[in-house]
T-cell receptor, first 115, second 112 residues
Framework: DTGVSQDPRHKITKRGQNVTFRCDPISEHNRLYWYRQTLGQGPEFLTYFQNEAQLEKSRLLSDRFSAERPKGSFSTLEIQRTEQGDSAMYLC?????????????FGEGSRLTVL | AQTVTQSQPEMSVQEAETVTLSCTYDTSENNYYLFWYKQPPSRQMILVIRQEAYKQQNATENRFSVNFQKAAKSFSLKISDSQLGDTAMYFCAFVGTYKYIFGTGTRLKVLA
């Protein structure tokens, strides 16, 4: 068990470009979450998956954001036509849920800087 | 809507002293869980302690304990014998069915 891993750890891009982040959760975990965290703030919920199904998407996520979790394993978060306001740390977390909420295990995050 | 409020943006404590971080939340649910997470500088978030709402007994993990007041919707974290390694952001979090809601955090600095 290597924990939750995220790639890339840092991404610098120009406004208008597309970026994609990848998250590999802990292998047996059935839930996967994406959060966004800006400096000095707490994580804000973006979306979550139960296995391969995306069950909720926050209103924070505009149409430029899309997330997938094919086959219920790794997940990707894509941001199209990036804007400077997208600059943030994007956190992935996973948990194993058997009827009750479990502990969230976080990755180290992917930091996005949009110039 | 559920909310989590941490009213102390920053706190400091002398090494070996005790400090209490505050957290209040709002929910209409009866079954839920509360967590305290620690985020050291430039490192990932890790769980400090968790509390099930149906349990009256306050959770304890070594030097960390909580004061859970369900009626008041209060969930404070007490750190005893503070160590330099406790310096971090601390986030209070609530989860009902599936969505984890985090507070804005308290930056704790332990002074030598």
């Amino acid at each position: 068990d290597t924990g939750v891993s995220q790639d890339p750890r840092h991404k610098i891009t120009k406004r208008g470009q597309n970026v994609t982040f990848r998250c590999d959760p802990i292998s047996e975990h059935n839930r996967l979450y994406w959060y966004r965290q800006t400096l000095g703030q707490g994580p804000e919920f973006l979306t979550y998956f139960q296995n391969e199904a995306q069950l909720e998407k926050s209103r924070l996520l505009s149409d430029r954001f899309s997330a997938e979790r094919p086959k219920g394993s790794f997940s990707t978060l894509e941001i199209q036509r990036t804007e400077q306001g997208d600059s943030a740390m994007y956190l992935c977390a996973s948990s194993l849920v058997r009827g009750q909420a479990g502990e969230l295990f976080f990755g180290e995050g992917s930091r996005l800087t949009v110039l | 809507a559920q909310t989590v409020t941490q009213s102390q943006p920053e706190m400091s404590v002398q090494e070996a002293e005790t400090v209490t971080l505050s957290c209040t939340y709002d929910t209409s649910e009866n079954n839920y869980y509360l967590f305290w997470y620690k985020q050291p500088p430039s490192r990932q978030m890790i769980l400090v302690i968790r509390q099930e709402a149906y349990k009256q007994q306050n959770a304890t993990e070594n030097r960390f304990s909580v004061n859970f007041q369900k009626a008041a919707k209060s969930f404070s974290l007490k750190i005893s014998d503070s160590q330099l390694g406790d310096t971090a952001m601390y986030f209070c979090a609530f989860v009902g069915t599936y969505k984890y809601i985090f507070g804005t955090g308290t930056r704790l600095k332990v002074l030598a």
